[in-house]
């Protein structure tokens, strides 16, 4: 079963927005920095399975595969791997790990579909749509197969509120909008016992 992430003022969940006061994204060197990403709140029944409310971080102009992440305190996550985020690279030589961008606020909801369209959608909770082969990951810590939270698309038309970056010529529709590796999703898993998260991307 499949839901669509749609706009929804009063939605549960946000995609972007500013940093909760709260929440301490973890100390790292990656290029491109760390990026907030919004929330999956549990209280909605859909994710009552979740033992808390995710923060969603990632460095997404990284050309890193997987990041696996720690919310033992889901509002100070720790970095399991790569253990060594000083040597990340980038495609987008305009990055650094100063680089700092946020994206408006949007309030979401789902709704289940048949259908989904992903070149039309925000994204889709329920089961992966994947744009290569299977790539669950497994849990570095208990070995389990992880479970699927959500994946976030390229084609939302997310707009950023602030960025720091300066593009080169032809590279500012990579710094305006949010996306992934250009054109393509990022899938986000978690492990609900040992609170591990892992983040991965795929593109065309």
């Avoid at 979740?50 to 990041?67: A, G, Q, S």
Wanted: aromatic residues 14%.
């Amino acid at each position: 079963m499949q839901y669509e992430i749609i706009r929804d003022e009063n939605g549960k969940h946000q995609i972007g927005g500013d940093i909760p006061k709260d929440f301490k994204i973890p100390d790292n060197e990656f290029k491109g920095g760390i990026h907030y990403l919004g929330f999956i709140d549990n209280s909605d029944p859909l994710f009552s399975w979740l033992p808390f409310r995710v923060n969603l971080i990632h460095p997404i102009y990284t050309d890193e595969y997987y990041v696996f992440l720690d919310y033992t305190n889901p509002n100070s996550p720790t970095i399991l791997d790569p253990t060594d985020t000083a040597s990340s690279t980038s495609a987008f030589d305009e990055v650094d790990k100063n680089s700092k961008i946020i994206w408006e606020g949007l309030k979401v909801s789902l709704e289940q579909k048949e259908e989904i369209d992903e070149y039309e959608s925000i994204g889709i909770c329920g089961q992966p749509e994947w744009l290569q082969a299977d790539e669950t990951p497994t849990c570095p810590k208990s070995g389990k197969r992880m479970k699927f939270l959500c994946q976030l698309g390229s084609f939302s038309d997310i707009k950023s509120t602030f960025s720091n970056v300066e593009p080169t010529k032809g590279m500012a529709q990579y710094f305006e909008k949010l996306n992934f590796w250009c054109d393509g999703n990022l899938y986000i898993f978690i492990e609900p016992t040992t609170r591990t998260m892992c983040y991965t991307m795929q593109n065309t």
